[in-house]
């Protein structure tokens, strides 16, 4: 193992999003964008776990629900016209039941996904979560069309078709990036040189901004606001790439070795930003600092590599950020094996490390990590550098599990390539 280590400080905190709904679970990162929620739940579950209300079919891929406004949405994939399309659906949150789709078009992507352990593998879909935010949804489609429907009937408000628009440039098995939500914009990358990120207004798609030539990852980016100013930082083929969420002026980048893929979201706490990647890459962290007017940032320490005990990479996995440490699936590749791991964001110390979650992922709810592993399983987890202290698990879903559990109005939502389920974890009703 090799590693560089710098002196750190903490000294701004991600700044929450504003949203209509505290409880909601708007976009593939939560509602502070971050995996994080200080919603209260049961987290001492009975021996058959929380009760579940409802289950519905969610056929093949590892798109996430997202919650907003008592709706659930999330894309699945459906024989439309006769062929195999990526469809987004909207359920009832309370009943699981249908209210609308609609079809996003043809999907083959080419066997990205099928891998996974000998009796659960398989689940070639769409990857892609949406964002819901004043009544719209907005899709990102595998093949990068960014679709706004009405969230209470599905009517189309507006679509920009990214490769045929932008001179779009994908990715091998396609895009699996979110959109972004950030005010009155949503941010996406795809788009061709000098258009490769592109920022619409929200409400008509009318471009607010174009720049910048890069080239996309399966990584969704994030907002965070660093030493005063609101940024939005993509996770690109060259790297970490900062951008002003005004008007799109370059504000940082961090070169970072790309091979093949990358799906996690960069990590913000304070003035560090972390970010990994499997495939032999590793995983690092940078300090970002003022630089007379502008930024720049800095390698405080880098672990080279996906394997070992020391491995701090992530395949497809994002990692919560709690009190100094990261929390999630630092592995490659383990399907059913791989593990949890808690590492120390200042140094990239591995405190402890507990195996048998794959490349599943976790959110933060409140003190504890909730964790799905790539088999179904959610675990609760204490969030503490101190070692593994397990609280809960129970087996959720049938299939594999690459998507993220969300948490919204007392409730775990999941899926999994064969089916969504919505279970009680409100403090009152959690035990049975």
Same mark, same amino acid.
């Given at each position: 193992?090799?590693?560089?280590?710098?002196?750190?400080?903490?000294?701004?905190? $991600?700044?929450?999003?504003?949203?209509?709904?505290?409880?909601?679970?708007?976009?593939?990162?939560?509602?502070?964008?971050?995996?994080?929620?200080?919603?209260?739940?049961?987290?001492?579950?009975?021996?058959?776990?929380?009760?579940?209300?409802?289950?519905?079919?969610?056929?093949?891929?590892?798109?996430?629900?997202?919650?907003?406004?008592?709706?659930?949405?999330?894309? +699945?994939?459906?024989?439309?016209?006769?062929?195999?399309?990526?469809?987004?659906? *909207?359920?009832?949150?309370?009943?699981?039941?249908?209210?609308?789709?609609?079809?996003?078009?043809?999907?083959? $992507?080419?066997?990205?996904?099928?891998?996974?352990?000998?009796?659960? &593998?398989?689940?070639?879909?769409?990857?892609?979560?949406?964002?819901?935010?004043?009544?719209?949804?907005?899709?990102?489609?595998?093949?990068?069309?960014?679709?706004?429907?009405?969230?209470?009937?599905?009517?189309?408000?507006?679509?920009?078709?990214?490769?045929?628009?932008?001179? &779009? %440039?994908?990715?091998?098995?396609?895009?699996?990036?979110?959109?972004?939500?950030?005010?009155?914009?949503?941010?996406?990358?795809?788009?061709?040189?000098?258009?490769?990120?592109?920022?619409?207004?929200?409400?008509?798609?009318?471009?607010?901004?174009?720049?910048?030539?890069?080239?996309?990852?399966?990584?969704?980016?994030?907002?965070?606001?660093?030493?005063?100013?609101?940024?939005?930082?993509?996770?690109?083929?060259?790297?970490?790439?900062?951008?002003?969420?005004?008007?799109?002026?370059?504000?940082?980048? %961090?070169?970072?070795?790309?091979?093949?893929?990358?799906?996690?979201?960069?990590?913000?706490?304070?003035?560090?930003?972390?970010?990994?990647?499997?495939?032999?890459?590793?995983?690092?962290?940078? %300090?970002?600092?003022?630089?007379?007017?502008?930024?720049?940032?800095?390698?405080?320490?880098?672990?080279?590599?996906?394997?070992?005990?020391?491995? +701090?990479?992530?395949?497809?996995?994002?990692?919560?950020?709690?009190?100094?440490?990261?929390? &999630?699936?630092?592995?490659?590749?383990?399907?059913?094996?791989?593990?949890?791991?808690?590492?120390?964001?200042?140094?990239?110390? +591995?405190?402890?490390?507990?195996?048998?979650?794959?490349?599943?992922?976790?959110?933060?709810?409140?003190?504890?990590?909730?964790?799905?592993?790539?088999? &179904?399983?959610? +675990?609760?987890?204490?969030?503490?550098?101190?070692?593994?202290?397990?609280?809960?698990?129970?087996? *959720?879903?049938?299939?594999?599990?690459?998507?993220?559990?969300?948490?919204?109005?007392? %409730?775990?939502?999941?899926?999994?390539?064969?089916?969504?389920?919505?279970?009680?974890?409100?403090?009152?009703?959690?035990?049975?």
């Amino acid at each position: 193992m090799t590693k560089h280590i710098f002196a750190c400080t903490l000294t701004t905190t $991600l700044a929450a999003a504003t949203l209509a709904h505290a409880a909601d679970w708007p976009q593939y990162r939560g509602p502070n964008l971050d995996g994080s929620t200080t919603e209260a739940i049961a987290t001492k579950w009975p021996a058959g776990g929380p009760k579940a209300l409802w289950k519905t079919p969610t056929p093949d891929g590892f798109s996430s629900f997202t919650v907003s406004g008592g709706q659930a949405f999330t894309l +699945v994939m459906r024989e439309v016209e006769g062929g195999a399309q990526e469809v987004c659906v *909207a359920l009832d949150a309370n009943t699981g039941k249908e209210q609308w789709m609609a079809p996003l078009g043809p999907l083959k $992507l080419g066997d990205g996904g099928q891998a996974g352990t000998k009796d659960n &593998g398989g689940g070639d879909g769409p990857r892609s979560t949406p964002t819901v935010s004043d009544g719209k949804v907005y899709v990102l489609s595998a093949k990068l069309v960014l679709s706004c429907f009405d969230a209470k009937t599905g009517k189309v408000a507006w679509q920009k078709d990214l490769m045929k628009d932008f001179a &779009g %440039r994908n990715i091998s098995w396609q895009n699996a990036a979110s959109p972004l939500i950030e005010g009155n914009l949503v941010y996406v990358a795809g788009g061709g040189a000098g258009q490769s990120i592109i920022a619409f207004n929200k409400q008509t798609g009318a471009v607010a901004w174009k720049a910048h030539d890069e080239t996309i990852t399966h990584s969704t980016p994030v907002a965070a606001t660093i030493h005063g100013v609101r940024q939005v930082i993509f996770f690109c083929k060259s790297g970490l790439v900062s951008v002003d969420a005004k008007d799109g002026k370059l504000l940082w980048k %961090r070169p970072f070795k790309f091979a093949v893929s990358t799906a996690m979201t960069p990590i913000v706490a304070g003035d560090l930003v972390f970010c990994s990647a499997g495939y032999g890459v590793g995983g690092g962290a940078a %300090r970002i600092s003022k630089d007379g007017a502008g930024f720049k940032a800095e390698e405080i320490w880098f672990v080279p590599g996906h394997a070992g005990p020391d491995a +701090v990479a992530n395949h497809w996995s994002t990692p919560v950020y709690k009190d100094g440490h990261l929390y &999630g699936m630092f592995q490659f590749k383990e399907y059913g094996s791989g593990p949890m791991k808690c590492v120390e964001l200042a140094t990239g110390k +591995v405190k402890w490390t507990h195996a048998g979650f794959g490349p599943g992922n976790a959110i933060l709810v409140g003190n504890n990590v909730l964790a799905l592993s790539d088999a &179904g399983e959610l +675990v609760v987890v204490e969030a503490t550098p101190a070692g593994y202290k397990e609280v809960s698990r129970a087996k *959720a879903v049938a299939g594999k599990c690459w998507s993220t559990p969300v948490v919204s109005n007392g %409730r775990i939502y999941v899926r999994s390539t064969k089916e969504g389920a919505c279970l009680d974890v409100s403090a009152k009703t959690a035990q049975r």
